[in-house]
């Protein structure tokens, strides 16, 4: 039971054009999200999170949308740059105390210089 | 001085070992995490322990014994290792209630 799901595996998007990620959920008890992102042979590297309080969380070139009554949330990339190729995992947490992250498969993002 | 570090970052071994990893993290964090990242790529949570105790264990065999001596490492044991042990195991930390940090993953092969 895939509590969190990412249905893309792959994008791909020219250099300098918006990159979107989305990211759907099932689990109503979830209520902080986080997205992460991982380069070959190198452990998660967490970007940005969003608290189910919030619907939009910004931090330089990257935005996260909160979509609650959907149960989905996306990622906004823009502008792209190469650097920006990697896998990117959104993750889920429930309620304080609980603090188990529930991963998506990813979605390997490709810039296209 | 990498923040999470684990030990080795390469394991290859024979069906039937034994065999451990280990991790270590310097950011003063009070909880500590074992993933296990699968072939198809899925990432998920086996252990967790705050203040050195075991606060999740998700339905892992018991051949898997995590060990935390201190707040600042977990070490992750494997018993009688199996074909399908294969993966790529991440340690990670933080502090409680914010987001988790990772190691750099050691990928284990089971021959």
């Known amino acids: 039971d895939q509590q969190v799901k990412q249905n893309s595996p792959s994008l791909s998007v020219q250099e300098g054009r918006i990159s979107i990620l989305n990211c759907d959920y099932t689990?109503?008890?979830?209520?902080?999200f986080l997205w992460y992102k991982k380069y070959p042979a190198e452990g998660p590297t967490f970007l940005i999170s969003i608290s189910s309080i919030k619907d939009k969380n910004e931090d330089g070139r990257f935005t996260v949308f909160l979509n609650k009554s959907a149960k989905h949330l996306s990622l906004h990339i823009v502008p792209s740059q190469p650097g920006d190729s990697a896998v990117y995992f959104c993750?889920?947490?429930?309620?304080?105390?609980?603090?188990?992250?529930?991963f998506g498969t990813g979605t390997r993002l490709t810039i296209i210089p | 001085d990498t923040a999470v570090s684990q030990t080795p970052k390469y394991l290859v071994t024979q069906m039937g070992n034994d065999k451990s990893i280990k991790c270590e993290q310097n950011l003063g964090h009070d909880t500590m995490y074992w993933y296990k990242q699968d072939s198809k790529k899925f990432l998920k949570i086996m252990f967790s322990?705050?203040?050195?105790?075991?606060?999740i264990n998700e339905t892992v065999p018991n051949r898997f014994s995590p060990k935390s001596p201190d707040k600042a490492h977990l070490n992750l044991h494997i018993n009688s290792l199996e074909l399908g042990d294969s993966a790529v195991y991440f340690c990670?930390?933080?502090?409680?209630?914010?987001?988790?940090?990772f190691g750099q993953g050691t990928r284990l092969t089971v021959v």
């Open positions: 990670a930390s933080s502090l409680t209630g914010a987001e988790a940090f």
């Open positions: 322990y705050n203040n050195k105790e075991l606060i």
């Open positions: 993750a889920a947490r429930g309620s304080f105390g609980n603090e188990k992250l529930t």
């Open positions: 689990n109503s008890m979830f209520d902080y």
